[in-house]
């Protein structure tokens, strides 16, 4: 099935989102029909989404779609069940989510649980689910809306799950901005001056390009913790490591999607102020990882953003050799020290994944950071 027939179909004129691989070829779609505007906008994270959605029903009586990847239930069963249910405003929205995870189906590991749970949290929540795969068509599509309508008018919200391939091939997007520095030359630097400290990498191919550095530097890969699903935590989780090891140099390289989802917790970082953080964002002002859809982190000033939440120093760097310079100072410094590095849309075709299990980079991680407990 095509995208443009789906979207045809649902005969949505609002639409907002996360973007996710499992639905690229219908995100293509909207980029190419709507780019960002009035009628498509791609959030902050889901529960933003949420909130978009609801106010353009309110402003204009019109039922909306949020599209996403399943990890993002969690963040919009807030919003859905204290706004959106008939319970409380009664908000009828349309869910499009791609559904990662599939039992049966092989993905990451971090997949593997949210997939499993995926239709029995949308049941639990009351949102009723149509199951596309890429042999359903439109008239299937058409069929299962006609039977949604009768929710949506009683103001439940109900989900079209998107199974892997489902959208057919339709419209190629290359994404792209004006920086020079690739994100994997930066993550080598990175590494090379981070030396023997702590590094916490955000989810998404910056972790899976410092776990292949490691590997062709030989290094072990005990020094890092490989933040591969949780978006958007992994400052959080850096700055539990530097409150809990205070001897402890630690680097998070953070992206600029996930540093947008939960960017509440640099201001949380900002008044902790850790003397032995370096906060790092990787910044190509896209989603690279699902597709390259763009993030709004090009319009923001972010060591500003930082300044503002408190850390003591700011920096930015858009080549090899102002990024060596800043991180020598950061290396230096005490104080909670945050770097943007403006970063091209661009990834090693042959990238690779992590051959350790996650369960495998924690133990390691902890034994080499001393931590490790005899009863885990």
Known sequence: MKASE??????????????????????????????????HIIAANEGNCVGLAAGYYLATGKVPAVYMQNSGLGNIVNPYASLLHPEVYGIPCIF???WRGEPGIHDEPQHIFQGKVTETLLKDLGISCYVI???????????????????????KSVSFLVRKNAFEKETAIFYKNGNLLD????????TDIAAEDVIVSTTGK?????????????????????????????????????????DRKVWCIDGDGAVLMHMGS?????????ANMV??????CAHETVGGMPTVAGSIDLPMVAKGCGYQKAAQ??????????????????????????????????????????AENKKAFMEWLGSSSPLI
Request: proline residues 2%.
């Open 266 to 274: 640099m201001a949380v970082a900002g008044a902790k102020k850790p």
């Open 133 to 155: 795969d890429k042999g359903t068509t439109a008239k299937e599509v058409m069929e299962a809306m006609e039977e949604f309508q009768g929710n949506l008018s009683d103001g």
């Open 6 to 39: 789906f979207v045809k179909v649902l005969g949505v004129d609002f639409y907002t989102g996360v973007p996710d691989s499992q639905l690229k070829e219908l995100c293509n779609y909207l980029m190419n029909r709507y780019g960002i505007s009035s009628q």
């Open 206 to 246: 910056a972790s899976r390009e410092l776990f292949e550095i490691r590997e062709q530097n030989r290094q072990g890969h005990g020094h890092d913790f490989l933040t591969v699903g949780s978006m958007g935590h992994s400052s959080s989780i850096a700055l539990g490591i530097a409150l809990g090891k205070k």
């Open 96 to 98: 499009i989510i791609g």
């Open 183 to 190: 994100r994997e030359d930066a993550i080598r630097l990175i």
């Open 317 to 358: 760097a858009g080549s090899k050799e102002e990024l060596k310079e800043v991180l020598q100072k950061a290396k230096e410094a005490e104080g909670l020290f945050f770097i943007e590095v403006k970063c091209t849309v661009a990834s090693r075709d042959n990238l690779g994944r992590p051959t350790a299990s996650p």
């Open 279 to 284: 906060h790092i964002v990787l910044n190509n």
